[in-house]
């Protein structure tokens, strides 16, 4: 690493949220944009990747002012698995087994990459998690969503 980086981690996390801002930018570029009255498809996606792209650059700069308190770590696989097996169950169980299934279903995978996972409390929260769910998604904003679905017999 050059001496003049100072704080590797910020600059690792501005580099990757640079990145990703940046991609949501330019894919967004394909989009009609519209107005911030009337806002089109690339209004949102690109609004938030430059955002992104500006945080990322802002942690790029202060990692060559800022002292690192503790060395890089190893990349977390495991749990970075586990995280994405989550929002894959999540996407694979929303229309067949719904709201209720999914929901805790991606928060007790997603809860199990923690060093602190306790069954107790992650049933806890996924339970209170699907209740918010359904009443935010499906009763509030009447998203189609089934909160049961038809592998339930709804």
């Not at 690339?42 to 690192?68: D, H, K, N």
């Not at 097996?85 to 719904?98: D, E, P, S």
């Not at 997603?110 to 769910?133: H, M, N, P």
Request: proline share 5%.
């Amino acid at each position: 690493m050059p001496s003049f980086i100072r704080h590797p981690k910020d600059f690792w996390t501005g580099v990757i949220f640079m990145i990703v801002g940046l991609a949501a930018v330019i894919i967004g570029r394909d989009y009609p944009m519209g107005t911030a009255g009337r806002m089109g498809p690339a209004y949102f996606p690109t609004v938030l990747g430059g955002l992104l792209a500006l945080i990322g650059l802002a942690a790029i700069v202060r990692s060559f002012f800022r002292e690192a308190e503790d060395e890089i770590g190893k990349f977390a696989i495991k749990e970075t698995i586990l995280i994405l097996t989550g929002v894959i169950l999540f996407a694979f169980l929303i229309r067949g087994a719904g709201m209720v299934v999914s929901v805790i279903a991606i928060v007790l995978v997603s809860a199990l990459a923690s060093t602190k996972f306790q069954w107790k409390g992650g049933i806890a929260l996924a339970v209170g998690l699907s209740i918010f769910a359904i009443l935010v998604f499906v009763k509030l904003l009447g998203l189609p969503i089934p909160i049961f679905g038809p592998w339930f017999g709804e």
